[in-house]
């Protein structure tokens, strides 16, 4: 496998969730879509977990240990700083990953304790995915068949959060919800 191929779309979904991932705060990090959701720091603390554990099962070792897969969010405060470094060591991880895979190597099976046996390159691929949940959200706002349903937020600073919140877009079947504003008039619980 050209090793360019991959360190292009590792480099693309960095570009795609950055969107996202630069908007997480410690002041917004404890907000929720509603109350049966995670909070937005469990999310990206999440993420920060997957990449380096799914890394680590590609071989790179990692000291991040597991606090959220399988886990739901009880409340608890994850640093955002500490988040963010982890998410960048993930990148740097799964680009040392293809530096030193060879192409024969990346076809090579691995033990996953949710797919089973699986093989190296389609791990890789559910790890670039896995990160790419906000860029997801952020290119389907802009899909014109979504219609911005509810934009209520649960948590502290409402509408510091809706000022700067590009939205988030839910599909279930043919009702289309979306919360958040997209900044391109004045943001307030009445006009979002």
Not at 27 to 48: K, Q
Request: aromatic fraction near 8%; proline fraction near 4%; hydrophobic fraction near 35%.
């Amino acid at each position: 496998m050209d090793k360019e191929i991959l360190r292009e779309m590792i480099e693309q979904n960095r570009v795609t969730s950055h969107f996202s991932f630069d908007r997480v705060t410690e002041d917004n990090a404890m907000f929720r879509l509603n109350e049966g959701t995670a909070s937005i720091g469990f999310i990206y603390r999440h993420v920060a977990e997957t990449i380096n554990l799914f890394a680590q099962m590609l071989g790179t070792p990692t000291d991040v240990t597991n606090t959220t897969i399988g886990q739901t969010d009880a409340g608890q405060r994850y640093p955002v700083g500490q988040s963010r470094e982890w998410i960048e060591r993930g990148y740097r991880a799964l680009q040392d990953l293809v530096e030193t895979s060879s192409e024969a190597g990346w076809l090579t099976p691995v033990e996953t304790p949710f797919f089973g046996r699986v093989s190296r390159i389609r791990l890789f691929a559910h790890t670039l995915f896995h990160t790419s949940h906000p860029g997801l959200a952020a290119a389907l706002r802009r899909d014109p068949m979504w219609a911005q349903v509810s934009a209520a937020l649960y948590g502290n600073n409402k509408n510091r959060s809706l000022n700067g919140n590009p939205g988030v877009w839910i599909l279930l079947g043919r009702l289309r919800i979306h919360a958040g504003c997209h900044g391109r008039r004045p943001v307030n619980t009445k006009t979002c």
